[in-house]
């Protein structure tokens, strides 16, 4: 269904080019060819809501447990429990409201669907599991998953900033390995601030510009 409404997409400019060749100049007809393809990219490019989200929210449970292991309060572990809960809700229900506004599904947008659902379930696979490797392994394998998926989308949609992003998370998770397991907080942090959240805000101002 996805090839078929590229395709049709296509051939439509095309046909549009073809139709009008003798009105058309080479470089203007090379021009719509090259608008349509952006189009197709620009839909796709999400706004960076979820870059933004999560990785703000993660910051805040990493630094808040943090806090509270250095201030010696017990429990605070529990503002993971409480708020990732919370996010996948919120972000869910963003996602099927943005799902319902899309009216073309690109090539672009299966491969970004795919490289994050993979992520999904290998993060997911390494919280339940990786805790019987230590904290630490947990930890180190997450930073790589998170610069893994920001170094595949950014490459996808040729975006610089999550490239760059990401090896900062590729970065903090080899630091990781040398600091205390309550400094891993402050790493992990650091790590989605500049693979998730600069990045995030980053492509949010560059979907806009596009969508004026």
């Known amino acids: 269904m996805v090839y078929n409404i590229n395709y049709f997409i296509f051939v439509t400019y095309l046909y549009y080019i073809m139709t009008n060749e003798e009105t058309l100049k080479p470089e203007e007809s090379l021009t719509l060819i090259t608008n349509m393809m952006n189009t197709a990219k620009n839909k796709l490019a999400d706004d960076g809501f979820h870059l933004i989200f999560w990785g703000w929210l993660v910051i805040i449970c990493a630094l808040t447990h943090y806090a509270t292991l250095q201030m010696g309060i017990a429990l605070g572990e529990m503002v993971w429990t409480i708020l990732l809960p919370i996010g996948g809700i919120i972000s869910m229900i963003y996602g099927i409201k943005q799902g319902k506004k899309a009216k073309v599904k690109t090539y ?71 600091v205390s397991e309550i400094d891993q907080f402050l790493c992990i942090s650091a790590a989605l601030l500049f693979s998730y959240v600069i990045p995030g805000h980053l492509l949010r101002a560059k979907y806009r510009s596009q969508s004026v």
């Open 108 to 178: 672009i947008d299966t491969y970004l669907a795919y490289t994050w659902g993979g992520f999904g379930i290998a993060m997911l696979i390494t919280i339940v599991f990786g805790y019987a490797h230590g904290i630490k392994a947990s930890y180190f394998f997450l930073m790589l998953l998170y610069g893994l998926a920001t170094f595949i989308s950014g490459g996808i949609l040729k975006f610089k900033p999550l490239i760059i992003g990401s090896l900062f998370s590729f970065s903090f998770a080899i630091l990781s390995v040398f």
